[in-house]
């Protein structure tokens, strides 16, 4: 892989591209939020346009350099660190919004959009972007689409797979193609639109999209409930959902709600203290709807699923009882905490998490867990918190002994070791406790068929 050469060649063909190669730009554009890797970046690019990035593909096929493509950098699977002297490939400079289809209620976006934008220019069309999540304010849809991101709205809306009209892609042989075209009904062949939603970047690069946008919810409302323990979270999610049009439904547990309070993010919903907490939101577009939430939450006191709980009356209210739940990411970072994104059955939760703590408790008893997740789809969130008396390498030793464990109550419930994050390079030895043998053959053989001579994001998803 001869990078100078590979450089040079491409700022003869494109003399207009930027091209970083300085410590501070490698450093900060070829790494992700994930704390697992060192980087090892030999220049970043920030190309412009779709033709751009072809002819930066073509060119490192015939150099054999390898790209790896640079969002918004909030992953936590490591799959946009350049750790082996990749050329990384940012999408920054490809940030704007492009055709509105008012009668089709579809939006083109380029790769760089951050997904926060795309909501805010929802709202100026009377529409609404149903993805959400914490890192909205900084994640680019194009990485939202690698990773098939989700949040704290998939029980409503869906994946991201699920907004995701058209796509033009850069396949690892530098051809442009534009698939679907925004299409609800297209029913010819083979839908390669979806092989490069949550394939990571490593079959080619996403350069627009096109987003399917939604009718704005009304009046959102949002409940904040103490339960007595697990078994009463699916419970209450059972209830709720059969009586009301779910837009959220999320809990935590009480060493997250701790942490967020302490760190004066968030202030306590109520004075009884919990172990666990749900967070569910609906559109009560009239009293009735009202009414029907608190006769469920009454009903639900009476059975013993609910110790306390309070109901947002304006939409300030609505915005704190939500930093609850959206402040945790932040608040436990300053913990390192060692990071598992997992999903089951939602009919499997309750045994599943009992059988995660009493694995960690038994290996671990001095390390502190904290869970929370979508519990509308079955995806929990589970960080263990490093000890002050541990370093990182350490702590993260200690940490990867105990994820076979964890990966095998995945496997034993028949879940998926990465619900939204991704494979990257930290769950990739993991893979074969979600997918099988010929899964992943399968996998490999339409890696080469897009990328023959393995030059996108190599090494990321398997080897």
């Known amino acids: 892989m001869n990078t100078a050469t590979f450089l040079n060649a491409l700022s003869t063909l494109l003399p207009e591209l930027s091209i970083k190669t300085d410590q501070d730009s490698t450093q900060h554009w070829?790494?992700?939020?994930?704390?697992?890797?060192?980087?090892?970046?030999?220049?970043?690019?920030?190309?412009?346009?779709?033709?751009?990035?072809?002819?930066?593909?073509?060119?490192?096929?015939?150099?054999?350099?390898?790209?790896?493509?640079?969002?918004?950098?909030?992953?936590?699977?490591?799959?946009?660190?350049?750790?082996?002297?990749?050329?990384?490939?940012?999408?920054?400079?490809?940030?704007?919004?492009?055709?509105?289809?008012?009668?089709?209620?579809?939006?083109?976006?380029?790769?760089?959009?951050?997904?926060?934008?795309?909501?805010?220019?929802?709202?100026?069309?009377?529409?609404?972007?149903?993805?959400?999540?914490?890192?909205?304010?900084?994640?680019?849809?194009?990485?939202?689409?690698?990773?098939?991101?989700?949040?704290?709205?998939?029980?409503?809306?869906?994946?991201?797979?699920?907004?995701?009209?058209?796509?033009?892609?850069?396949?690892?042989?530098?051809?442009?193609?534009?698939?679907?075209?925004?299409?609800l009904k297209n029913a010819t062949g083979y839908d390669f639109r979806h092989l490069f939603i949550g394939a990571e970047g490593t079959l080619g690069f996403v350069t627009k999209a096109l987003i399917k946008l939604e009718k704005q919810p009304t009046n959102l409302t949002a409940m904040v409930l103490g339960v007595p323990d697990f078994g009463s979270v699916v419970g209450l999610l059972n209830r709720f959902n059969k009586a009301l049009n779910l837009t959220a439904f999320e809990f935590f547990d009480a060493i997250a709600i701790d942490k967020v309070i302490s760190a004066g993010h968030a202030k306590a919903p109520f004075d009884s203290q919990t172990p666990f907490y749900v967070l569910l939101e609906f559109e009560a577009i009239n009293d009735e709807v009202l009414d029907t939430a608190m006769s469920v939450f009454e009903h639900c006191a009476e059975e013993g699923l609910i110790v306390d709980g309070v109901m947002s009356q304006s939409v300030g209210q609505l915005q704190e009882l939500w930093k609850l739940r959206e402040s945790i990411s932040e608040t436990i970072s300053v913990f390192t905490p060692y990071k598992n994104d997992v999903s089951v059955l939602i009919t499997h939760l309750g045994d599943f998490i009992n059988d995660i703590e009493r694995i960690v408790k038994d290996n671990y008893p001095d390390f502190e867990i904290c869970w929370f997740g979508h519990i509308g789809d079955g995806n929990l969130h589970l960080n263990i918190l490093k000890p002050d008396t541990l370093s990182k390498d350490e702590f993260f030793a200690k940490c990867q002994t105990v994820n076979q464990y964890v990966f095998e109550t995945v496997q034993k419930y028949k879940g998926s070791i990465s619900a939204e994050h991704g494979v990257g390079m930290t769950k990739k030895p993991y893979l074969t406790y979600t997918r099988s043998t010929a899964e992943i053959e399968y996998m490999k053989a339409i890696k080469a068929v897009f990328d023959p001579n393995n030059i996108i994001n190599p090494g990321k998803i398997f080897d």
């Not at 940030?95 to 976006?109: H, K, L, P, Q, S």
């Open 30 to 183: 070829g790494k992700d939020w994930t704390v697992h890797f060192e980087v090892d970046c030999s220049a970043v690019l920030f190309p412009k346009s779709t033709e751009e990035v072809a002819q930066i593909v073509r060119l490192a096929n015939e150099h054999q350099v390898a790209l790896v493509p640079s969002g918004g950098r909030t992953g936590l699977s490591s799959a946009a660190v350049a750790s082996r002297g990749e050329v990384v490939v940012s999408f920054d400079k490809m940030n704007r919004i492009g055709t509105f289809y008012e009668a089709d209620r579809m939006v083109e976006v380029e790769a760089g959009v951050i997904t926060k934008t795309l909501q805010e220019y929802a709202d100026s069309q009377g529409l609404y972007y149903g993805v959400d999540f914490a890192s909205s304010g900084s994640s680019q849809i194009g990485g939202n689409i690698g990773t098939n991101a989700g949040g704290i709205k998939v029980i409503r809306y869906g994946m991201t797979r699920n907004q995701i009209l058209g796509l033009t892609v850069v396949t690892g042989k530098g051809d442009i193609l534009e698939l679907n075209g925004g299409m």
